[in-house]
C-alpha cells in the first residue's frame, strides 16, 4: 500500500475551485513534482495535504485518514510544510541560530547528540554555518529560502511540502536547496511534494504532475484537474 494517498480532494474558496478531485499516490524516498501555471491548484492541494486548509475528499497517510485540519493535528509532527514566499516564515530581527532555537522550542525537540549533529549537517548542507549570529533580515534571498527549508526540516518530517522553494533566488541557491532536499530524502527516506515554476526541475524529481487550468461555464466557476 502507498505511504501517501490522495482521493478525490477538492479545495473550495467560496465559488470558485482551486483544485478538483486531485489523485495522488506517493512511497517514502520519492520527490514528486507539482508543475503548472500560477492559479492552477498547486498551492491549494499542498495546503490540503499539509491540513492547514478545509478539503472534500481524503488523503491516508501511513494508513492515518483525514478529512480536515482538525483531523490532521494528529500528523503534524510528522509535516514539515514550508509555504511559498521568500522568507514566509522567517522573522527578520532573528539570527540563524535563534531561528533554529525557536523552531526546536516549538516542536519540543529533544536536544540530544544526535539532534546536535543533524543541526550541524543541516546548517553545513545549506552554507549557512558560518553565519549563524546573522539576522534572517540581513540574508540574501537564497539564503533565507535555505534557512526557511532546514528550519521545516529540523524535526525530520516524513512527508516534506514545499511550495515553489526556488522561485525568485538565484541558480547557485537553487542548486543548493536541491542538493539539500535530495540528500535528506536519500538519507531519511522521506516523501517530498515539490512545487516549481522551473521546467528543468523536473528532472530532478522521480514523477511529475502536470497541473492543466479549466474553465467551467455554469456559474463562471473555475476549475482545474491533474494530468
Known amino acids: 500500500m502507498p505511504t501517501l494517498q490522495i482521493k478525490n480532494v477538492t479545495v473550495r474558496y467560496k465559488k470558485k475551485i482551486g483544485i478538483k478531485d486531485a489523485h495522488l499516490e506517493a512511497n517514502d524516498g520519492e520527490i514528486i513534482g507539482f508543475i503548472g501555471p ?4 498547486k498551492s491549494s492541494l499542498m495546503h490540503a495535504v499539509a491540513g492547514v486548509i478545509r478539503f472534500e475528499g481524503e488523503i491516508i497517510y501511513k494508513g492515518y485518514t483525514y478529512h480536515s485540519p482538525k483531523e490532521a493535528e494528529k500528523l503534524k509532527p ?3 510544510f514550508m509555504p511559498q514566499g521568500i ?8 539570527t540563524v541560530k535563534e531561528h533554529l532555537d525557536f523552531f526546536t522550542a516549538i516542536r519540543n525537540l529533544k536536544k540530544d547528540d544526535e539532534y546536535w549533529q543533524y543541526r550541524e549537517r543541516l546548517l553545513k548542507m545549506a552554507g549557512l554555518y558560518q553565519f549563524q549570529d546573522r539576522q534572517a533580515g540581513h540574508l540574501s534571498g537564497g539564503m533565507q529560502q535555505k534557512l ?3 528550519c521545516t526540516l529540523i524535526h525530520k518530517p516524513k512527508l516534506l511540502i514545499l511550495d515553489e522553494p526556488t522561485t525568485g533566488v538565484d541558480p547557485l541557491s537553487r542548486r543548493e536547496l536541491w542538493e539539500i532536499v535530495d540528500g535528506i530524502r536519500k538519507k531519511e527516506g522521506i516523501i517530498a511534494l515539490i512545487s516549481t515554476g522551473y521546467m528543468q ?6 514523477r511529475v504532475l ?3 487550468e479549466n474553465y467551467r461555464k455554469r456559474n463562471g466557476s473555475r476549475a482545474y484537474r491533474l494530468c
Open 38 to 41: 500560477d492559479g492552477a491548484g
Open 78 to 80: 510528522h509535516i514539515g
Open 87 to 94: 522568507g514566509l516564515v522567517l522573522y527578520p530581527l532573528l
Open 148 to 150: 526557511s527549508l532546514i
Open 201 to 206: 526541475e523536473a528532472e530532478k524529481m522521480d
Open 210 to 212: 502536470l497541473f492543466e
